[in-house]
């Protein structure tokens, strides 16, 4: 599904990822761990598009050169990106973004727009599936949003899009042990042979949910350490410090 | 005529030109040209009187240059004060009796004359170059007492009327283009809403200006007699053309005891181009009287078009317990100006007032606001809340907050909020990674910006705004 091969991202004149390599098939779990500073968030900017970043190297999404897709069009394609920070956007009505966004991912996938009718009655059954209230969908989106509610609000984005490459940037930041297990169950709920996902996080905690294929270390700006599940554990006890 | 229109290309798709045969007065301004207006429109002579009188004044008066935006010269004399189509010089009684290429022009501009009197169920009221060509849906407000017509047909048939309140909110002399306006205006509309009554359906005018080298003065008196309602909607196009066209309006709202007007405007005069060239000089002035007591008037505006927009709608608060409101929104992109706000003069006790403004400046645009709240001595326990937000596009556009306060008894309070933020990168990326491409995503931040007065538009041209803000800022975002 995804296959990065070599891959340098330089932002500011300073380079970030120096050399990356990363196969993901579908079906598979990988979680990235590593230290502050590492390239950890870089990575996810830059599979998803943001702007500002030189890129090196190859990305072969589905065999689709991703460096020659803009931002919306690698969402189309089935790439999403879980915010660390989601964006709070005054005035407009969480219901309408996310009809707004559906429709031009489903416009994209060659799929009929959804009516309003049609829309809402399935946002109400994703949004009780990760026990969000309804009250949130008409607010403001993100606006006055507890930084659980925000995260929650990106997972229920995830489901409602049905992405193919699923990225969670630390999106167990600022979660407690309860909605930690919502947005984990939410996440294994739509785990399946087709889609993949690639989790950043900083610790085992939300490992412990949500079981990976893979563990990367990476560090310094390149993988330095793959291996199974028992990695995290592992890590968890002697820190990144004694990783060469 | 002289053709100068440009292409219509897809920011302005209201830029196409009618080829329709004209009667004009002779180019320039001079008491000729006024009594050519007067005698065309078979206006009685205390009308021509008034005219001339303000044309006297007019002489007297200088253009003011306090305003941030400036323009060249304007030649006076080399501008035509009236054009209208030929067919319309004995006007026609029914729609079918109106020249077919009008008709397919307000057809084009989405107005369709003869649909909209039997479908939408909104009264419109059509204003081509200078003069008003239809009017729909009169029988059924004749039958309630309501008039609805324009003001040359008001002059003629409702003389008492226009007599006792024209110029009574706007005075002959207030300054240089309402003086101008009240010499050579041509048309506009006309409403009268008898005691208690509450007019069942939208009001709304749409002005056209079609023929180059004429100034559009429009003038509109509104009347809302004791405990009565209505809601009005004034829409805006012209022809792309290299040449700047000068529209100056005068707009009078007189609301009695208990009455209310809700007044929205949707101004879309072509801009200009890309660089500055062209587009129309919007100097209007819009002033409300609240005259009677409980008597409320709200202005609400979304300003697009225009090279240059410059106007203050207003409301005089002299009535105890009135109300007034200014809802705003001014985008300007490319080299458009704006300097635009409201005053609020208080007069009466108890009065109210909200003004709401939304200035969006895109490219090397320049928005300014300029706002007047006066609070006088008598007008105790009064209240004003005033909330101005900008949002700039780019490194190149300007936005300015001008208020002036005046608070002149202890028992009013004034409350005065302004922000100015960058439309923000972080946003529209995360738009982005939603699959909205960037002029998706620039239109939803924007209209989530503007909510609040979106929102007090009526439902039927709340839409139709909406779409008009995104494709204002087309291509601002690159």
Redesign the interface.
């Known amino acids: 599904m995804l296959k990065i091969t070599n891959l340098k991202a330089t932002i500011n004149e300073k380079l970030i990822l120096k050399g990356l390599d990363l196969d993901i098939k579908p079906g598979e779990v990988h979680a990235i761990m590593g230290p502050n500073g590492s390239g950890k968030s870089t990575l996810a900017n830059v599979l998803s598009g943001k702007n500002g970043y030189e890129i090196e190297g190859e990305i072969s999404f589905n065999g689709m050169d991703l460096n020659e897709l803009k931002t919306e069009e690698r969402a189309q394609k089935g790439i999403f990106l879980a915010f660390q920070y989601p964006l709070e956007i005054p005035g407009v009505n969480t219901n309408i973004f996310l009809k707004t966004s559906l429709n031009s991912v489903r416009k994209a996938r060659g799929e009929k727009e959804l009516d309003t009718l049609t829309f809402l009655k399935l946002i109400k059954e994703k949004a009780k599936e990760l026990n969000i209230d309804e009250k949130f969908l008409s607010r403001q989106l993100n606006v006055g949003f507890s930084g659980g509610e925000k995260k929650k609000n990106e997972i229920l984005q995830m489901k409602l899009l049905e992405p193919k490459l699923s990225i969670l940037d630390e999106t167990d930041s600022g979660l407690d042990i309860d909605a930690l297990r919502i947005v984990a169950d939410g996440v294994n709920s739509y785990k399946n042979k087709e889609n993949a996902f690639l989790i950043i996080t900083h610790y085992q905690r939300l490992l412990d949910y949500i079981k990976p294929d893979f563990i990367h270390v990476l560090s310094a700006g390149k993988i330095v350490k793959t291996g199974s599940a028992d990695l995290g554990e592992q890590l968890e006890k002697t820190g990144y410090a004694n990783l060469s | 005529m002289k053709n100068q229109d440009l292409n219509i290309d897809k920011e302005y798709k209201y830029g196409f030109t009618t080829d329709i045969e004209s009667i004009r007065a002779p180019k320039g301004l001079n008491e000729d040209t006024i009594k050519f207006i007067s005698d065309i429109k078979k206006e009685p002579k205390w009308m021509l009187d008034w005219r001339l009188k303000a044309f006297n004044r007019l002489k007297s008066l200088k253009e003011p240059t306090w305003q941030k935006p400036k323009y060249p010269k304007i030649n006076y004399q080399d501008l035509y004060y009236y054009s209208a189509p030929k067919s319309s010089s004995e006007k026609p009684k029914s729609l079918d009796e109106i020249d077919p290429k009008i008709l397919e022009t307000y057809k084009k501009l989405g107005i369709p004359l003869v649909e909209q009197q039997r479908l939408n169920g909104i009264a419109v009221d059509a204003v081509f170059d200078s003069v008003s060509v239809a009017t729909t849906f009169k029988d059924e407000l004749t039958k309630k007492g309501i008039i609805f017509c324009s003001i040359s047909e008001a002059i003629q048939k409702h003389s008492d009327l226009v007599k006792k309140y024209l110029g009574s909110v706007i005075p002959l002399s207030d300054h240089y283009f309402a003086t101008l306006n009240s010499a050579v205006f041509t048309d506009g509309s006309f409403v009268y809403i008898p005691p208690n009554t509450r007019c069942p359906m939208e009001l709304s005018t749409y002005f056209r200006i079609n023929a180059a080298e004429t100034g559009q003065f429009e003038r509109t008196l509104i009347i809302a007699d004791k405990g009565s309602y209505v809601s009005y909607l004034e829409g805006c196009t012209a022809p792309m053309r290299d040449e700047n066209q000068l529209h100056a309006a005068n707009v009078e709202l007189i609301a009695l005891d208990d009455a209310e007007i809700k007044y929205s405007t949707v101004q879309n005069w072509y801009p200009g181009d890309k660089n500055g060239v062209g587009g129309i000089y919007n100097f209007v002035t819009k002033r409300g009287a609240c005259r009677g007591k409980n008597s409320k008037i709200s202005w609400t505006q979304v300003e697009t078009g225009s090279a240059i927009t410059w106007k203050y709608p207003s409301c005089i608060l002299q009535g105890d317990n009135s109300v007034g409101e200014f809802y705003s929104i001014a985008i300007t992109n490319n080299y458009q100006k704006a300097d635009t706000g409201t005053k609020m003069i208080h007069l009466g006790k108890n009065t109210k007032s909200k003004i709401i403004s939304k200035g969006i400046s895109a490219g090397n645009a320049d928005n300014t606001y300029r706002g007047l709240v006066d609070i006088n001595k008598k007008a105790t326990n009064s209240r004003n809340y005033t909330q101005c937000d900008s949002l700039l596009m780019g490194n190149k556009c300007g936005a300015h907050t001008v208020p002036y306060i005046k608070n002149k008894n202890s028992t009013s309070t004034i409350e005065h909020e302004a922000t100015t933020t960058k439309i923000?990168?972080?946003?529209l990326?995360?738009?982005?990674?939603?699959?909205?491409?960037?002029e998706?995503a620039v239109s939803?931040?924007v209209?989530?910006?503007?909510?609040?007065v979106l929102q007090q538009l009526p439902m039927e041209f709340a839409v139709e705004a909406q779409k008009l803000v995104a494709i204002s800022l087309e291509g601002s975002v690159g």
């Not at chain 2, 923000?424 to 946003?427: K, P, S, V, Y």
């Not at chain 2, 209209?447 to 609040?452: A, D, L, P, S, Y």
């Open positions: 923000n990168e972080d946003q990326y995360y738009c982005n990674q939603r699959g909205l491409d960037q998706e939803l931040i209209n989530g910006f503007c909510k609040e």
